[in-house]
């Protein structure tokens, strides 16, 4: 299989304009027991069976560095109103800020960081990772999904428009 890079001055709002997809709260401990979290936009099922799913982390989060010396990932999909949970996991960085600081969390499977307010959560085992431009891909395998109290779900077209703490170059 051959691949291209496109150039970056592609206009591609005609067909990115036309998609949504939920925004992802991914925290991790890494083997020291740092916790980290970042929000995460580029999140998908991949694989029905077994089931398998791809998250997407910016390599100029702090949390990038975290997860790439972790085995295990928590995935937080949001509810509607959780803007200051995404604001939160993704305007600030985990460089200056304890983003787990006066949040209510607990450990969860493996002791990934799961949170106590989000619509629904997964603990995810990581499989593998490979590059994929300015992000790296990590591919995980659910290992427990729970439902949360959060009611609907926060997406990129319903959200505010948030300003990454890391903005790629």
């Known amino acids: 299989m051959t691949t291209t890079s496109s150039p970056r001055t592609i206009d591609t709002a005609a ?8 925004l992802t709260v991914v925290t991790t401990i890494g083997p020291e027991g740092e916790l980290s ?8 099922q991949c694989s029905i069976d077994p089931v398998r799913y791809l998250v997407c982390i910016s390599r100029t989060n702090h949390t ?22 995404a604001s939160l996991f993704g305007e600030r960085s985990g460089d200056s800020v304890d983003k787990f600081d006066g949040l209510r969390w607990h450990a969860g499977p493996t002791g990934v960081p799961v949170l106590d307010e989000c619509a629904a959560w997964m603990a995810a085992g990581i499989i593998g990772r490979f590059d994929v431009g300015d992000h ?3 591919f995980v395998y659910p290992i427990e999904t729970r439902t949360g109290s959060a009611t609907g779900l926060l997406t990129r077209a319903n959200a505010p428009d948030l300003h990454p703490a890391h ?3």
């Open 136 to 138: 790296e891909a990590q």
């Open 15 to 22: 067909f990115t304009g036309r998609t949504d997809y939920p």
């Open 167 to 169: 903005p790629i170059d």
């Open 37 to 44: 979290g970042c929000l995460a936009g580029f999140t998908t």
């Open 64 to 85: 990038f560095d975290v997860i790439s010396r972790a085995t295990v990932l928590g995935l937080h999909l949001l509810g509607a109103d959780q803007v200051g949970t």
